[in-house]
């Protein structure tokens, strides 16, 4: 059945009462929010004794200056790092709002005097998706001063990319240009950001707090909900039983990708289709092997991790990344060999050997002698592989199904792996999991509501989800999958439920492209640009259109292709074609979930 809108009556409160009440459940999960209905609504009945012992936290009063913390994410986790900031906020007794800077007015900004920034750098130094109206804005000759904006960034990043953390630095740079005051400098942190960021943390709360101080009045207590259960997250993963890894790629393809399904029962996990599952691996033992021996290194020598001793094979084995380079790596590296000290002087060349390369090519062709100690040191900490649920939640109660490429291959005459694959594909009783949100990657709340579904390889995972989610709610809104792949043969990936869903009617259109199966390579772009016209034609529908897989080259080239469109199709210039697809952007109906 599809979901009809709702018209709300307008709330008995006036509005700046309700946004203090959106303000106080921010960053609740659904039990607690669940809870605080039912205590609300005893209140109301006059049920709830004055009596009742509550959880309480210091509340600031309204005179009490209030923080805006803004986020712009990519994976999620600058997300979850600004609601764990705006929850040590409440606790101070200090006025906070969260906001995601795709949802917000860049102009706004202006206005603003206190304001708190968790920032991710997505690809190539560039904004999270979404998010770029809003840099280009603050970044242009249009933006205004801002002499009274007290603030502060935290910059997330990725050091295996030569761009890492450019957003926060630029950004950093640019208020600082406008007047802006930085009450604690910028940090930058790599994937293992938890302690970098619980220390920004505490500096800019007790910063907040001694500015807020000199305001505030006589602290009075508020009632808290606080959670009975401790659902499973990034920090306590749950062991989910392995129950099917089957491989969906046919005989004579050039990649080994598996179906995989794991239990969640017990786990208290909930995900919506788009969401990902974050998996805690570990290295491949060969590889760990492989490098021992490069290094002339015994594995049983004692090494110290987080204050913990343990083997070096377990060490590489289990908490460090072995397998993407990163540049504070390289930078160890040429302090000891004077051929990196060239390369790591050179960003293009930095960039490619960064692409192209492992660990283990660094350890074998730039040979240097290490400690095992200072070998452990130098390398960043092993953190989750994300992957696309591709699963409903409600066609597959307590299950999450993953659709995982194997990494491994031979380059510069030696094997590469990759951690997450080749752990699942080891066959481990059990894998560490937890669910990562992703609230930017989301069917339309109205089931009749058209969707176009772009996407190459593993990237139709999510696709296989939404699909799913439809057909098991009724939903009638018309499904169109448009998937790439290199040969038809034996990389069709779900190719059975793709036919039959099109065959009963779940799947309105499907349209496929394999590169290999001809002379001249054919990818979904182009498959996007052949069927120009019923796309615009779907888009005057109200479609909403996705995108998933190869940041750098698929999804450039889909988004040029949707450019195309709107040029052909709906006689644009090409300025207004880019103003039309950012609108799309921000009504949240062109969505991308890229890597």
Known sequence: ???????????????????????AVAGYDKEQLLWSSGFLAGMAAGRVADSLSPVTQPVA????STWLIFFATETGSSRRVAESL????????????????RDYRPKALARVENALFV????????APDGTEMFFEFWLSDKAPRLDLLNYSILALGDSSYVDFCEMGRVFDERLRQ?????????????????????????????????????NAAPQVSLLR???TTQAASRARPFDAEMLSNQKITGNGSSKDVRHIELDLEGSGLNYLPGDSLGVVSQNSPELVEKLLESLSLDGGQQVTVAGQELPLSDALTQRKEVTVLCKPFLDAVATRNSAMQKIVSHRDELSHLMKTHQVIDIVSDYKTAWEAQEFVDALRKLTPRLYSIASSPDANPDEAHLTVALVKYEQFGRTHWGSASNFLNAGPESVPVYVEKNDHFRLPADGDTPIIMIGAGTGVAPYRAFVEHRREHGHSGDNWLIFGDRNFSSDFLYQIEWLRYRKEGSLEHLDVAFSRDQQHKVYVQHRVLEQAQRIYAWLERGA??????????????VNNALLAVLRSEGSLSEEHAVERLNHLKSEHRYQRDVY
């Open 544 to 557: 909403h259109i996705y995108v998933c897989g190869d940041a750098d080259h698929m999804a450039v080239d």
């Open 86 to 101: 705006a929850d040590r906020y409440r606790e101070a007794g200090l006025v906070v709002e969260l906001h995601d800077l």
């Open 119 to 126: 920032l991710a750098t997505h690809g190539i130094g560039e």
């Open 61 to 64: 009063s309204p005179a009490t």
């Open 225 to 227: 909900a606080v959670s």
């Open 178 to 214: 406008l007047g802006a005051t930085a009450v604690v400098d910028t940090v930058e942190c790599d994937l293992d950001y938890e302690t970098p960021a619980s220390d920004w943390t505490r500096q800019v709360v007790d910063k907040a707090a001694s500015i807020s101080a000199a």
């Open 1 to 23: 059945m599809a979901t009809v809108p709702q018209t709300s009556a307008l709330p008995p409160v006036e509005a700046d009462s309700l946004n203090v009440l959106r303000s």
